[in-house]
């Protein structure tokens, strides 16, 4: 995902989108250390998020990159910044029992007088909380600014909604990949590698990213278990089995799940599959801006009331840019309580998907928000997959 | 990897040794965030480490797993557990703006009376600065327990090495299924999905499992970045790509990477394929019980300098069981300064790897230490990869 997939004048407006929220925190400078939040204003891209690395962004002037001193020549290839603010740390303190890159970040930011009002991600997975103690014992109290910069991505632009349709053409490739595949005696393993590489090899002009998580794929009891990945056990008749899988494009996203059955699904699975057929009709019709998350939410849990069936978990959330391991934007959620307005361009994952003790049944669908609904961002049938034994 | 992979046994000597370093350090209670570390003691599996889990271990009794409601059945699935030590948080917590699950963790370890010398994982992917300051408040001060447990997964069992040797036959045939493929106008991520189907796909009685990264395969100048993924471009004549991947058994890993060439390398190129085997050859010689990370490390910068190439970074780490985004164990580092010895059953991914400006160079070998030097895990011919334009 190099910064050129997007103009100069985008990059200008998240930065001045994030700005107005660091002023309303009382923010001077920002510590951004989720990789999703890094690349969204930098456009950096590189495996390397294993090690500390951020960007920093203070209210006025360029933000600046910081990491190991390997990655520096990532950040120059990947990003739209200046080699000048490109920032990086002593190689020899990588995963070093005695000293922590931090504390090179410290020196960093007293060089430029940047030593109150920092905000940093304190719930992100790669800002741990030894970063955080070296940064506290340096600078006092800091801002827990979790989820600053993710809530400004809530709102794609039309370019990111252009690769995020990207996204689902590759999606969309991978569940017609899965579908042509899937028969009895399939060792799970095989399936997987063979959708995984769809996704990746991708269509004419369309090339696969890795996406931020992978294959979710459990059948029969297994998939009582919501977040299995896959065996080598062969595909069997009478179960169902559920792949939530995404194709990546440039790092955006476009989840999708779909249940598949071998034989002849049980009048139980039938009528789940119903409900959640009617929760997505009737959630993409209430997915209109000024709806609430909660409002869309309702849809679907009503559904599968009428059906008898309760649910017990949110049922989407915010989608678009991410590095493993979440798709997921981290910031709003359908779900009751969840009183959020919709505006155009949020896109999310609807994810009405049902788990009871012996199957688990999931056909979800992501989708943009605009004026006539939520509109389907992958075009993949909409059903339970069936193929006979 | 369901916890049948190893024996009853086995986790005991797991546990009894991590009570021993618990004990040494003062611990009454581990909190095991680390997800390679909870499916080493318990045998734990499953894409949920985006959200807050752990396991508990306290010095006496059973460990305790805790997690997501909607995870509680993967933990019945994979551990070694009774189902009455799963514990679980509520899933209307999940990605929550106003409650935070490890609120619900206080709890836990009020009733039990676990309330003092409490071990964290404080440099851990995911044990959040956020995490860390709900305990602490509730707690005071905890000690920093990063590591505990990996050091203790240095040595590995046989059964753990016969698993990584495993792996390393995954590792094995992507390597040929990428020597086979490789060839000019090749788009990379085409590559990248046919090597990576491979290593899932795997062999007959061996499936493979996801490794805890991605394919890194950069090209030209984009290697001497040591960490971008791919792109659509085609393979190119008068480039080196390389290819540093992974073969995943159970989550065993056992990396390997390889450069590849179209054309007629340069005799830069040549001299660093030279050097790199040198070093490789000398470090397996010297890698014997009682040699230390150090003098295993000179026999790399040795073979460098003598060849006129300055390695400014880490030439190795320790490799085993693990989960993204990193499969090195965070312990020791084959590097000046690091004086840890040397024991049989320790493996290591040697990582002799050249990066210049123009071009990287990486030919790697991951091996056990036995008593006649260093063993590599898997089979793959050691050379700069020539292909004819």
């Known amino acids: 995902m190099p910064a050129s997939d ?16 660091m002023e309303q925190r009382g923010l001077d400078v920002l510590l951004i250390t989720d990789p999703s939040n890094m690349a969204w204003i930098t456009g950096y891209d590189g495996w390397s998020f294993y ?20 990655d520096k020549a990532g950040a120059a290839q990947t990003t739209w910044l200046d080699t000048s603010d490109l ?27 940047w030593t109150s009002s920092l905000g940093v991600e304190m719930d992100n997975y790669y800002y741990s909380a030894a970063s955080h103690r070296i940064l506290e014992r340096a600078f006092g109290v800091l801002t827990d600014a979790t989820g600053l910069v993710n809530w400004q991505r809530a709102v794609k632009s039309n370019a990111e909604v252009d690769m995020m349709r990207k996204a689902g053409r590759l999606t969309a490739h991978m569940h017609e990949v899965l579908r042509g595949a899937f028969r009895e005696g399939l060792p799970k393993n095989q399936l997987v590698a063979e959708v995984q590489a769809a996704g990746i090899a991708g269509l004419p002009g369309l090339a696969g990213d ?28 009478g179960e169902a089995t559920y792949f939530e899988i995404s194709g990546c494009y440039r790092r955006y996203h476009c989840p999708a799940s779909r249940s598949l ?35 869309v939410a309702a849809c679907v849990y009503d559904s599968f009331a009428r059906a008898g069936y309760v649910k017990a978990n949110r049922t989407g959330y915010p989608i678009g840019l991410s590095y493993p391991p979440d798709w997921g934007e981290r910031t709003m959620s359908l779900r009751p309580g969840d009183t959020t307005e919709l505006q155009e361009n949020m896109t999310f994952h609807l994810m009405p998907g ?25 075009d993949i049938p909409r059903e339970l997959v069936v193929k006979p034994a």
């Open 261 to 295: 059955f071998l034989g002849n699904p049980s009048d139980d699975i039938r009528r789940a599959e119903t409900a959640v057929l009617q929760a997505i009709d009737d959630a993409l019709s209430a997915a209109r801006p000024g709806a609430t998350c909660e409002e």
């Open 210 to 237: 890795y996406p931020a998580i992978v294959p979710i794929a459990p059948s029969g009891a297994e998939a009582s278990a919501s977040h299995i990945t896959w065996n080598d056990r062969p595909l069997t008749v």
């Open 354 to 378: 049902l788990w009871t003790p012996d199957w688990g049944m999931a056909i979800t669908e992501s989708f943009v928000v605009t004026a006539a609904g939520g509109v389907p961002l992958a």
């Open 6 to 21: 997007f103009s100069a004048q985008e990059y200008a407006d998240r930065i001045g989108r994030t700005r107005v929220a």
């Open 51 to 70: 090690v500390p690395q951020m960007v920093i962004l203070p209210v006025k002037g360029s933000p600046l990159w910081w990491g190991r001193t390997q």
């Open 87 to 113: 920032l990086d740390w002593p190689e020899e303190h990588v995963q070093h029992p005695d000293h922590h890159p931090v504390d090179s970040l410290v020196t960093v930011l007293q060089d430029r007088g």
